[in-house]
Every structure is written in structure tokens, then in C-alpha cells.
């Protein structure tokens, strides 16, 4: 017996090595720590600070006189911006691995697209408030919403770091749209929605289609980032 314990002293083994402990199991982290890793991974507080940016931008814009087409594309310059600032915020720095590190992974990318388009959205709408938006809050879900999800598309299929060509590259589209109402012939199809007037359901089925795309996408392949980048 051990002196003071009581206890037999467990045998040595016969081949004279001793017994390893077994390994204790990595405690899965906790909800909100597992919320905040993810944040800063996909540089959230980053993306916010450009949403934020894009809104504050398009309010001092705003007090400017501008003309029937100039003040129509610009909300669309800053919606396309606040999109970029979402859908670069998909990149992973660890890449495809990370799709197999635990089943919490899509819920998260799932909350922080819908979390950041609301955001951007929100700003924006906010931005405009007493002043001469062109479109309203209307215009600014939809192509904020569809502009989001052509840019989650990308990041799908391009990586995060490239995601931003897609809603600037629909950006250049969408302005041309706009130019040819006052140079016909005019482009009329729903597909091309910030072309198109806000109550227009067309253009709105077509935003929402490519957004719950976009998003069903992210959610279930995350964006196409080599490890390490």
C-alpha cells in the first residue's frame, strides 16, 4: 500500500515502459467563442466598417444635385460596393478543408450572409432617409439582395478573393441598362433589374431567385479558397 492513500500501487508493466494515459477529448468550443472564431475569420468587423463606408458615402453623395440618370445609378455604384463587401467576406483562410471540421460550418455562413445583407441593406436605406433616393427601399432590397447573390455565385465558384468581379462586373451591366432608357433601344429584360422600376415583380423574382441561389450555394459548398489563402 501507498503510504497515506490506502491504495495498492498498480504493477508495473512486465516489459519495464509504463503506461500511457489515454488522451483526454478536445472539448468541442462553446457556442458564442465558435461564433466569434468565425467572425474573424471571414473578416465580419471588415466588412462592416465597408458597409458602413458605402452608407455614409451615399449620404454625403446624396446632398448633391444630380440628373434623372446620374441620380439613378448611384445608388447602384454604393449597392454594388456594400455587395463586393459581403461576398469577399466568404474567403476562408483554411480553405476546402474546413468543409469537413464540423456540421455548424454552413449554419454560420448561413447566418452571416443573411446578417450582412440585411445589414447593407438597412444602411443604405438609412442613408437615404430625407433625401431623393432614387427607387426607395424597393429598389435598394432588390439590388442589394441580387447583387449579393451574383457575388456568393462567384465566391462559389471563383474563390472569395475574386467574389467581388461579380457584383462590380453586374454593376457595369446595370448602369448600362440605365443608359439605355435614354438611348433606346431600351434593355427591357427583368434579368437586368436595376433597369427596371421598383415595383416591378419581374425584376424582383429575378433578384430573389439569384439571391436564394447564392445563398443556397454558400451555405452548403462555402466559397472555393485554396488552404492558406
Not at 427601399?137 to 468581379?165: E, S
Not at 419581374?202 to 430573389?208: D, L, M, N, R, V
Request: hydrophobic share 50%.
Amino acid at each position: 500500500m501507498t503510504a497515506g492513500t490506502g491504495r495498492k500501487p498498480r504493477p508495473a508493466p512486465a516489459d519495464g515502459t509504463r503506461r500511457a494515459r489515454p488522451a483526454r477529448r478536445a472539448r468541442p468550443p462553446r457556442a458564442g467563442r465558435l461564433v466569434r472564431l468565425h467572425a474573424t475569420s471571414r473578416r465580419i468587423p471588415a466588412a462592416l466598417a465597408a458597409i458602413a463606408a458605402c452608407a455614409i458615402a451615399l449620404r454625403i453623395a446624396l446632398l448633391g444635385h444630380w440628373d434623372s440618370y446620374g441620380a439613378l445609378q448611384l445608388p447602384l455604384v454604393f449597392e454594388a460596393a456594400a455587395a463586393a463587401a459581403i461576398t469577399v467576406s466568404t474567403a476562408s483562410p483554411l480553405g476546402e478543408a474546413e468543409r469537413v471540421t464540423g456540421r455548424w460550418l454552413p449554419w454560420l455562413r448561413l447566418a452571416t450572409a443573411l446578417a450582412l445583407t440585411a445589414a447593407a441593406a438597412g444602411a443604405l436605406t438609412a442613408a437615404g432617409t430625407g433625401t431623393h433616393l432614387a427607387g426607395g427601399t424597393l429598389d435598394v432590397l432588390r439590388n442589394v439582395a441580387g447583387t449579393t447573390g451574383i457575388g456568393l455565385l462567384c465566391a462559389a465558384a471563383l474563390g472569395g478573393g475574386l467574389a467581388w468581379a461579380g457584383p462590380l462586373g453586374y454593376l457595369m451591366i446595370g448602369a448600362y441598362g440605365l443608359y439605355t432608357q435614354w438611348h433606346p433601344p431600351a434593355l427591357t429584360t427583368p434579368w437586368i433589374w436595376p433597369a427596371r422600376p421598383p415595383h416591378d415583380l419581374g425584376g424582383a423574382i429575378c433578384a430573389a431567385l439569384v439571391f436564394v441561389a447564392g445563398i443556397a450555394v454558400i451555405t452548403v459548398r462555402g466559397a472555393r479558397d485554396p488552404a492558406g489563402e
